[in-house]
């Protein structure tokens, strides 16, 4: 099929006794701002820093690692990334971009290839994903997990609508960075079950936007009372707890919300 065999998996999987890891396929790279959320996107204070040009989307030199293979050794012709690992998919763009459209029937291609690995993508873009899936994808493909980001209350009500009745097997929603406060409840009750987690974190960098902690627990409390998975990702680097703003390092950001015990 195309330039890769569906399902083609180990020649002989018995040879295979390596470990999963998790690793991150940024098979392409640039992106352009949709939302406020993008207004201080990591991605853009990179390649800014360097002088290239963040808009321009590109193919990357990772384009088909999920279906590399070793040349050499114990396990030669079995794929570098064992069976069984993780992808996390496009982190330095956005899958569902308009000019990535050439080169997504390959990345689709190679993920039905690799259907014995995961792939967790994040998107903006809910709007366009539903006329550029594969051709088989049906109801969705188990082992794909398609995010969307929304930022904020008035971006959750213009992606949420559109990408709950999707179909997809899996439905996560990422509120990262959060600039507001955000009640999914409508959601949670419109749509039972549909979405599995929720991720939550404030906004990192020099220009960091403050995140209130009570913004926090109460997408917290909500997950809990309707039985949504939450992960508190970061503080961010402006945090404000109890009325008081504090400055936390970019080091300690992961690690203190991890302290915080919120994880569902």
């Not at 392409?28 to 820093?49: N, T």
């Not at 690799?114 to 006329?131: A, G, N, V, Y």
């Not at 594969?134 to 082992?143: E, I, K, L």
């Not at 627990?217 to 680097?237: M, P």
Request: glycine share 6%.
């Amino acid at each position: 099929m195309e330039n890769y065999k569906q399902l083609s998996l180990f020649q002989d999987p018995a040879r295979d006794v390596r470990a999963p890891v998790t690793v991150t396929w940024n098979a392409i790279h640039g992106c352009s701002k949709v939302s406020p959320g993008c207004l201080h996107c990591y991605m853009f204070r990179k390649d800014e820093a360097v002088g290239r040009d963040p808009t321009v989307v590109h193919k990357t030199r990772n384009f088909n690692l999920p279906v590399r293979k070793l040349r050499t050794g114990a396990y030669k012709d079995l794929y570098k990334v064992p069976s069984g690992s993780h992808f996390y998919t496009c982190f330095s763009s956005d899958f569902f971009h308009i000019d990535a459209d050439e080169w997504r029937k390959d990345l689709w291609n190679m993920m039905r290839e690799r259907s014995d690995c995961t792939f967790f993508m994040i998107t903006k873009r809910p709007e366009r994903i539903r006329e550029n899936l594969p051709y088989d994808w049906g109801g969705g493909w188990d082992h794909v997990d398609i995010a969307v980001t929304c930022e904020s209350q008035e971006m959750a009500d213009m992606r949420l609508p559109v990408y709950l009745p999707l179909p997809l097997k899996h439905k996560s929603v990422m509120i990262e960075p959060m600039l507001s406060p955000v009640d999914l409840s409508c959601y949670f009750e419109d749509y039972p079950g549909m979405i599995e987690s929720v991720s939550v974190g404030g906004e990192s960098g020099p220009d960091a936007r403050p995140c209130d902690f009570d913004w926090i627990l109460n997408v917290h409390r909500q997950c809990r009372k309707y039985g949504s998975g939450f992960y508190y990702h970061q503080t961010g680097a402006k945090l404000i707890k109890d009325g008081k703003l504090y400055n936390i390092p970019r080091k300690l950001q992961h690690e203190q919300a991890a302290k915080a015990g919120l994880a569902l």
